[in-house]
């Protein structure tokens, strides 16, 4: 429509009127128009916001997994040493917060001579003298030299494994003048056989330790040890060494049991779980995953561990594994354990790796450069400061309430600037970022984060659960998977034994050997205690009758 003018206006007012109404009609919509374009430019910048929100989402993760594949593998990272005062309360933003600046103090420490460590002493020396000639003796004068002292130097020698047949010859007595009469009591007397560890079983507790220490301790698979033996010349198979396994478990029941209790006595027990793979296991398909669960607790200075397979990561294991236990557990945050914060007669604590884990997790994948500081660095600051409060009472050796009282003057305070600090960048960063995983998991952990404050037997960690699952996950790298659900429980029995000997300072292998050649003469519960390894000392299972082969 052309633009009216004096000219183009009609005279008649009900023509003007209607030209009024159409204009007012044509502005309406056009200011309709420019709503709905509005409408849709807003819509359009949201939903570019959150493709940009996703993208950098996407970027954390992906600079996360790069960082795990080819990075370090340690949460450890340098402190930086320029960095100004961090501020508590009256916080910037993400963008300026650094951390704190650490003074840290290094102990005073006698420096080693350098060179080769000398040899252990308890190892048996064999002498060999390299003398000069008997003509080389005498001096050019003619006078007799005469030794003035020796130069010694000693080199490690290795035997390699001998397998050697120990005959156990039982002769036998009979009564000729009784031969051929029906008499009272045989007329032929033999010893009897003495007793073993696996019945009529042509392995000896010598043989046997030597076998599972191999297989549980050092990850070495049954069928890789059968051609070990093979190479010494000897017919040992992978299912007879299977059999063996699951007949020494059997026999070491009495001992579990009691170590089970052994276990539940304690003040703490540290709980955690890992997958394991049963290939024959009914009703389940052979890639199901099935759960090794560890417990580590017992009387202090004297742990036991206990490891215990279940087809399900169900918190009915949990509920197995701890009934009847007063006292507290330390979990990780797996929401199997949520039903400890309900039960009166435990006392639920956290686990502060975890947490630290989280946030370097988020500074790994915040894909800052290097020396420049964000968020997550401040929060693993904080943590940092806790844990050097740890390491300066491991290095005094405090005692647990003297450890109680250090907490409470300098952790307890960290905590709660640690805590106004995660409240409020909980309001500022993105929910479902890994700095906002990060945040939101330490405050739903937070009360039983803070349990270890009160109770000086525990750590801040869950550190010792994993450490004891640890050897398990290091030998399914290499077995790979237990055949039937009874091969896997036979093998959470000897872990357990394996790891508790290691635990209270004992070879796994002079153990084993020790418990195969005990077992079968205890009778009582008093003779089963006397094999825990909690129970024995180093020089308890030192192996005094090797050389006489008994």
């Known amino acids: 429509m052309k633009p009216a003018t004096e000219t183009t206006l009609p005279d008649d007012p009900e023509e003007l009127k209607r030209i009024i109404v159409h204009l007012q009609q044509e502005q309406d919509r056009l200011q309709q128009e420019q709503g709905r374009l509005q409408q849709e430019r807003n819509r359009l910048e949201r939903e570019q916001d959150r493709y940009e929100q996703e993208i950098n989402l996407l970027h954390e993760r992906i600079r996360l997994l790069y960082g795990k594949l080819f990075g ?52 048996p020396r064999v002498e060999v003298v390299h003398d000069i000639d008997e003509a080389e003796k005498t001096c050019g004068c ?40 029906e008499t009272e009591g045989g007329t032929v007397k033999i010893a009897p056989p003495p007793p073993q560890i696996i019945d009529k079983g042509i392995a000896t507790a010598g043989l ?26 000897a017919d040992v198979g992978r299912a007879t060494m299977c059999n063996w396994a699951m007949k020494a478990a059997e026999a070491c029941q009495p001992v579990l049991t009691l170590l089970h209790r052994e276990i539940r006595s304690g003040p703490l027990i540290n709980i955690d779980e890992t997958t394991v793979q049963v290939l024959d296991e009914p009703g389940r398909a052979a890639t199901t995953k099935s759960y090794m669960w560890v417990c580590r607790g017992g009387p202090t200075g004297t742990p036991g561990i206990r490891y215990h397979y279940a087809p399900s990561r169900s918190s009915t294991v949990a509920r197995e594994l701890l009934d009847g236990y007063a006292g ?24 502060l790796a975890h947490v630290r884990r989280k946030f370097d997790e988020a500074r790994r994948g915040s894909g800052k450069p290097s020396g420049k500081t964000g968020s997550a660095d401040v929060a693993l600051s904080y943590i940092g400061k806790l844990y050097r409060i740890e390491s300066e ?50 405050l739903s952990q937070w009360d039983r984060l803070v349990v270890y404050l009160e109770h000086g037997e525990m750590t ?39 790891e508790t000997a290691k635990a209270n300072g004992l070879e796994p292998y002079r153990y084993l050997r020790y418990l195969f050649e005990k077992l079968p003469f205890a009778r009582s519960t008093e003779d089963y205690q006397a094999l825990l390894p909690m129970r024995l ?3 308890d299972v030192e192996l005094k009758n090797i050389a006489r082969g008994v």
């Open 72 to 123: 370090k593998k340690s949460e450890k990272h340098p402190a930086r040493e320029d960095s100004p005062q961090l501020p508590l309360f009256d916080m910037p933003e993400p963008a300026e917060i650094e951390p704190e600046r650490e003074t840290v103090e290094v102990p005073s420490h006698t420096r080693q001579k350098r060179g080769r460590k000398p040899l252990p002493v308890e190892l």
């Open 142 to 181: 003619g006078a007799r030299l005469d030794k003035i002292g020796e130069d010694v130097s000693e080199k490690l020698d290795l035997i390699p494994a001998i397998i050697r047949v120990i005959r156990h010859i039982r002769p036998k007595y009979a009564c000729k003048q009784c031969e051929g009469l």
């Open 208 to 233: 046997l330790a030597h076998i599972l220490t191999a297989k549980f301790c050092d990850a070495l698979p049954f069928y890789r040890q059968e051609k070990q033996f093979d190479r010494l010349g």
């Open 328 to 351: 507290i557990v330390q979990t990780d945050g797996y929401s199997g354990y949520d039903y400890l914060d309900h039960d009166p007669a435990i006392l639920h604590a956290g686990c």
């Open 393 to 442: 009472a491991k290095r005094k050796g405090l005692t647990s309430e003297e450890l109680r009282t250090l907490r409470q003057e300098r952790a307890k305070p960290i905590f709660d600037d640690f805590r106004t600090w995660l409240h409020k960048k909980a309001t500022q960063v993105v929910p479902k970022s890994l700095l906002g995983v990060a945040v939101h998991y330490a």
């Open 460 to 498: 801040p960690d869950n550190n010792q659960a994993e450490n004891a699952i640890r050897p398990f996950v290091v030998g399914r790298k290499n077995w790979l998977f237990a055949g039937t659900p009874k091969g896997a429980r036979a093998s959470a029995d000897l872990y357990s034994l394996i």
């Open 537 to 539: 000392r180093p020089e």
